[in-house]
């Protein structure tokens, strides 16, 4: 057990649709990094936070994607206006200054 | 930004054979991590190798750095069927960041 959580384990929604995910990182990590993964794939680089400040970016990342870390701890990640193509599923990972990243479950994204 | 390109895709294998997977990078890393996925699970952590021409071993894991540092190896001796998943080499973005760019992973299977 890494100790990330992330919430919920699954969702499916109807394309059109927006969807939010949780996630709660290792208590003492204050970098946090979501991902996409998609199958045959590796995990694909959406943002990242150090404490409450978003980072980065990635470019693939279009304006219907948002991401927050309010308090420097949980973070939400938002897609709105889901698309078939979103579907995959999405990875929270933590660290602290040492840079291993500790990944959590995920959460699976079906849009039909 | 930096790509890295690992080969072979999947790899059969009898269980107690050997396994090799590499990791090639367009441009010099600064770090290079290794990470294993098992089948529905979530990327692990395993290692990060820094220095050039560095080895390093984990049991009967043997991981190499170039002495470029654009190359990066991982060796399975006598493989178990414990060992299968998918292996992912993951190095700097690059342009400043460091944040991990995953490569798409090698998948093994042990035949037992």
């Known amino acids: 057990d890494t100790g990330v959580s992330q919430n919920p384990r699954h969702k499916i929604t109807k394309r059109g649709q927006n969807v939010t995910f949780r996630c709660d990182p290792i208590?003492?990590?204050?970098?946090l990094y979501w991902y996409r993964q998609t199958l045959g794939q590796g995990p694909e680089f959406l943002t990242y936070f150090q404490n409450e400040a978003q980072l980065e970016k990635s470019r693939l990342l279009s304006d219907r994607f948002s991401a927050e870390r309010p308090k420097g701890s949980f973070s939400t990640l938002e897609i709105q206006r889901t698309e078939q193509g979103d579907s995959a599923m999405y990875l929270c990972a933590s660290s602290s200054a040492t840079d291993t990243q500790y990944f959590g479950p995920g959460t699976r994204l079906t849009v039909l | 930004g930096q790509q890295v390109m690992q080969i072979p895709q999947y790899q059969h294998v009898q269980e107690g054979e050997d396994f090799t997977t590499y990791c090639n990078s367009s441009t010099t890393l600064s770090n290079i991590q290794w990470y294993k996925q098992r089948p529905g699970g979530h990327p692990v952590f395993l290692i990060q190798?820094?220095?050039?021409?560095e080895v390093k071993k984990q049991k009967r894991l043997t991981f190499q750095f170039g002495e470029a540092k654009k190359n990066s190896s991982l060796h399975i001796t006598a493989t178990q069927t414990t060992d299968v998943g998918t292996y992912f080499c993951a190095g700097p973005r690059g342009g400043g960041s460091y944040i991990p760019t995953f490569g798409r992973g090698t998948s093994l299977i042990v035949h037992p």
């Open positions: 208590s003492e990590h204050n970098r």
């Open positions: 190798l820094v220095k050039s021409g």
